[in-house]
């Protein structure tokens, strides 16, 4: 079992910048891939950005040179750095963990509002 806590969400102007946190805990060496997804009212949930176990890290089109995804090895915290935030950025944001074989933890979700 994982349990995942995420933070750092709000209301921030466009071009802002936000970080989101997500701390792990439990059996956390057994999470081959973290990540973030977002959901926008009357989208479906969306990757944002992936961090894998092998370091690579795929992000969306649309937040690419905007976001960055790293990781806190020492206490498994992972994080998304989010910079030059537009309106379109709006959704509640998602942590993920895999730990393969089609099991999937998620977080409760954060809100990221971005105003105009």
């Known amino acids: 079992q994982v349990q995942l806590v995420e933070s750092g969400g709000g209301l921030v102007q466009s071009g802002g910048s936000l970080r989101l946190s997500c701390a792990a805990s439990?059996?956390?060496?057994?999470?081959?891939?973290k990540g973030w997804y977002r959901q926008a009212p009357g989208k479906q949930r969306e990757m944002v950005a992936l961090?894998?176990?092998?370091?690579?890290?795929p992000y969306a089109d649309s937040v690419k040179g905007r976001f960055t995804i790293s990781e806190d090895f020492a206490n498994g915290t992972v994080y998304l750095q989010m910079n030059s935030l537009k309106p379109e950025d709006t959704a509640v944001y998602y942590c993920?963990?895999?730990?393969?074989?089609?099991?999937?933890?998620w977080g409760q979700g954060t809100q990221v509002t971005v105003s105009s």
């Open positions: 439990g059996d956390i060496f057994s999470i081959n891939v």
């Open positions: 961090i894998t176990s092998g370091g690579n890290t």
């Open positions: 993920l963990a895999s730990v393969g074989g089609g099991n999937n933890y």
